[in-house]
């Protein structure tokens, strides 16, 4: 092999090797990294909230002045919504998942319990509240007309009975055995029954560390005078049926101030914006270094050819092939771009560590390096690939010629 | 000379200009990346009020139950209780203070032609106005006995004007808010916030709030807080007792125009605190913060973490490019030994040598900084589609404009030494032989 004759070259150009090198190295550890961060990111986006979205908006209805009653006009609007063509079922809430507001609050397995045994989000909706959020029943049984509680600012909500998600069930109940069991919302009590168990509704909050921890609760709570509807449509007739809503809702009391419309998927839009924004940004980040490097290395490659002209020349005349020429170029990048992956790889790792020292970041995990070495060994046999075709060009006879 | 080898320098770029593309993009893009999230985060971070960020202080006492701290690593809670706020309102230790919380309500305007809105607002003292000092431009804030005698005044911002009386003095007309008439006593002007710092609890690029009213007001009106609440334990049934209980939902602001007034008044919230230990309240141990504004800002992370790690690879990215244009200009200056031979033999010394390649370089860096701030501001246009909220510090001001100019030159020469220094140890003997 040649190996030792492009070593010994390359002895006589070390600047330009570690420089191409150190482009690497650095490449290497940014894009392990960002690439990791990506895959998270999307990951967490990538999160079911339990709720049927696509078909689901929510509107908030405020009224105001004497003589306005929260209590009758919710009725009627939850009575209007329902009747409208196109709806298969509203309800009145106080938030849904990925908005990011909303109420939590502990539970216990005892009353006066000093620690929690979990936190939950709290979902207030009425007796339709499943069937508008379309979570999906997995055990126990759907809230009656007749446990929907209403209340105001300044009451207690202790709910009789509640439905909770799989994963509080779990949570509070090891064994399994959550259905039929009473647990504690408020310490005081009194105590809440567990009448049914639903697969998944996430939290109101993307960032919280009990994401799954849910509970629905059968009571009607307007904020002052305002209420948030959330309003699921057939499959397909979301659009349409946003354009009824808001002209009848206006239309049966025409003083009242209407917030804009947001679907679900414009909630969840909101919600990621920030991941995906860091996701865009990274992998901009990404496509540029590692066109910077491959055009780094395009334009070294070129200048050793140039420089190299005469040598190649007398290599062709002594008698090596076009295929020697330009297994040497291809050779001579594989073996700076390795030393260069060798010293990225420890700076992969290294810039994970102070990742998770000053971010609380993850650790990255250890198939990014080696994956990412594969890319830049091929990244850089491309880029050196048309040089090195230049190079296998040189005609012998430029051996004899001087300057 | 510096004409001379300018034109020199324009020339050899000229003959390789594939090569010069790449170096001019290379460092253009590094110092895009790197001066677009600088930008953000600089602006975020940067300190809303200088003239006396060190004197406004957020007032936190934890209050909170026995049994778990309000946040694991220790922080006392982000606001205060009604009780605590009123407290420390009456006690008047501070040069100044106010305690505030955000209030969403329905606008009624007397102009039937505008349909009645909803419209984000703050209930706070009177020294609001003289803590975090919007600018006026009818009239004036209300005073401390407007304070005390709960009176129905507003001050409005100056959209909220544009929107009700067209820009126009409004000041001693009236405007309705859910049923009741609010006197206007004064119109903010535009009020640029980058932050809205005085309130981080909702987030520090929340909308601005459109109108300001007195605590004691809202308090009367039983108007709740639009802001977050939280608590320990069950705040009991009714208005009253809410009021009366350990929820936190206020944020509170003082105003201390010396280190030794800071000290004071440190001492007066703990002797405040011990007193209601007395009382049964207050089970935690002595944890009360008066954190400033910068430090508050930082507490509240302003800058989120994302923008810290994106200004981290954008500088990394930079140095990138750096690299490869040393690799670059090295291979391009030591194909011109032969030049430099010449021009050695011919009697220049080394010293012109150099100054003729890092005049080029300098080229290349200006070039690349004009470049590199065309591309901050589209860099900056896309952070601003990114990120929605962000639309008040991802711009450009004179400061940073003048640093990303820096920054190009400064790396292009930095990136050129090198290749420019070993560009003038060339030995004119060997480059003039055949």
């Given at each position: ?7 010994s ?46 078909d ?10 004497q ?14 919504l ?24 502990g ?16 979902y ?12 999906q ?87 002052g ?37 947001r ?37 070294m ?27 040497y ?19 992969a ?28 060994w091929?990244?850089?046999?491309l ?14 006879a430029?051996?004899?010629?001087s300057? | ?16 200009p594939?090569l ?24 975020m ?25 309000y ?33 969403v ?18 209930a ?12 006026f431009?009818?009239g ?5 006995d ?6 129905r ?56 709030d ?13 108007q ?6 939280s608590?320990?334990?069950a ?12 929820c ?20 007066f ?87 003729q ?30 990120y ?13 404009v ?33």
């Amino acid at each position: 092999m040649e190996i030792r004759p492009i070593l010994s070259a390359l002895m006589r150009s070390k600047v330009s090797m570690i420089l191409i090198g150190l482009q690497v190295a650095l490449t290497l550890a940014i894009v392990c990294n960002a690439l990791f961060i990506i895959h998270e990111r999307l990951q967490r986006m990538d999160r079911p909230s339990g709720m049927n979205e696509a078909d689901t908006f929510i509107i908030s209805s405020t009224g105001f002045g004497q003589g306005f009653d929260v209590k009758s006009s919710q009725q009627a609007d939850l009575a209007l919504l329902r009747s409208l063509p196109g709806v298969a079922d509203a309800t009145s809430a106080i938030t849904v998942p990925m908005s990011q507001s909303g109420w939590s609050t502990g539970v216990s397995l005892k009353p006066n319990q000093t620690t929690d045994t979990a936190s939950t989000a709290l979902y207030l909706v009425d007796a339709h509240g499943l069937s508008a959020y379309g979570v999906q029943l997995v055990e126990g049984r759907d809230f009656k007309p007749e446990e929907v509680q209403f209340k105001t600012f300044n009451e207690r909500v202790v709910p009789t009975s509640v439905i909770v998600t799989r994963a509080l069930a779990q949570r509070l109940f090891p064994d399994g055995d959550a259905l039929g069991k009473q647990v504690y919302y408020d310490n005081e009590g009194p105590a809440s029954t567990i009448i049914g168990i639903v697969e998944r509704l996430q939290t109101p909050w993307l960032d919280s560390d009990f994401i799954d921890n849910s509970t629905l609760a059968p009571v009607l709570f307007p904020y002052g005078n305002a209420t948030r509807y959330v309003v699921r449509a057939e499959p397909g007739r979301r659009d349409e049926v946003i354009k009824v809503v808001e002209q009848k809702l206006q239309e049966a009391n025409p003083s009242r101030i209407l917030s804009k419309v947001r679907t679900l998927e414009q909630v969840r839009a909101e919600g990621y914006a920030n991941d995906r924004a860091m996701a865009i940004i990274l992998g901009a980040v990404i496509f540029a270094l590692l066109a910077i490097t491959a055009l780094g290395i395009v334009g070294m490659a070129s200048f050793w050819v140039a420089q190299r002209t005469r040598q190649i020349g007398t290599r062709r005349a002594l008698g090596a092939t076009r295929f020697d020429i330009l297994r040497y170029f291809q050779l001579e990048n594989f073996i700076i771009t390795s030393i260069g992956l060798v010293v990225g790889g420890v700076l992969a790792y290294a810039l994970s560590l102070w990742l998770m020292s000053a971010f609380q970041a993850p650790r990255l995990p250890w198939h990014y390096v080696p994956v990412g070495f594969l890319c830049l060994w091929t990244l850089g046999q491309l880029a050196v690939l048309g040089p090195a075709l230049r190079a296998s060009r040189v005609p012998p006879a430029v051996a004899t010629r001087s300057v | 000379m510096f004409a001379y080898y300018l034109q020199l320098g324009l020339r050899s770029l000229k003959r390789n200009p594939i090569l010069t593309a790449l170096m001019i993009v290379g460092i253009a893009m590094g110092i895009a990346a790197s001066m677009t999230t600088l930008t953000v985060m600089h602006l975020m971070g940067s300190d809303p009020i200088p003239w006396k960020s060190d004197k406004l202080h957020y007032v936190q006492l934890d209050n909170w139950g026995a049994d778990a701290p309000y946040t694991e690593d220790g922080r006392p809670p982000d606001q205060v209780t009604y009780r605590d706020a009123t407290a420390l309102m009456t006690a008047a230790k501070a040069d100044k203070q106010t305690a505030m919380f955000k209030v969403v309500k329905p606008v009624q305007p007397e102009n039937r032609e505008v349909k009645p809105f909803q419209a984000q607002g703050r209930a706070t003292f009177a020294d609001f106005f003289a803590m975090f000092e919007p600018p006026f431009r009818y009239g004036h804030g209300w005073n401390r006995d407007q304070d005390a005698g709960h009176a129905r005044v507003i001050v409005l911002g100056s959209e909220m004007n544009e929107k009700l009386f067209g820009g126009q003095d409004s000041t001693g007309r009236s405007v309705r808010l859910d049923g009741a008439d609010y006197t206007i006593v004064g119109v903010l002007a535009d009020w640029k916030l980058r932050t809205r710092y005085y309130d981080l609890t909702v987030g520090a690029f929340a909308e601005p709030d459109e109108y300001f009213v007195p605590f004691t007001t809202m308090i009367d009106l039983k108007q709740r807080a639009s802001g977050n609440n939280s608590c320990w334990r069950a705040p009991g049934t009714g208005w009253d007792a809410y009021l009366d209980s350990d929820c936190v939902w206020i944020q509170m602001w003082v105003q201390l125009d010396s280190p030794a007034r800071l000290a004071e008044y440190h001492a007066f919230l703990d002797n405040y605190v011990n007193e209601q230990k007395k009382l049964g309240r207050f089970p935690r141990p002595l944890n009360n913060r008066l954190l400033d504004v910068n430090q508050w800002m930082v507490d509240q992370r302003v800058v989120s973490r994302d923008v810290q790690v994106q200004t981290g690879l954008g500088f990394a990215f930079l140095v990138v490019c750096l690299v490869n244009t040393i690799g670059l200009l090295l291979a391009k200056f030591s194909r011109k030994a032969g030049e430099i031979g010449l021009r050695r033999a011919l009697g220049a010394s080394r010293r012109e040598v150099f100054k003729q390649f890092l005049i080029e370089s300098g080229v290349i860096g200006i070039s690349g900084g004009v470049l590199g701030l065309v591309l901050t501001g589209v860099g900056l246009l896309a952070v601003r589609a990114l990120y929605a909220e962000y639309k008040t510090v991802a711009t450009l001001d004179l400061t940073m404009v003048a640093t990303t100019l820096v920054l190009a030159v400064v790396s292009a020469i930095l990136a050129g030494l090198y290749p420019t220094w070993r560009a003038c140890r060339v030995q004119p003997a060997t480059q003039l032989k055949l």
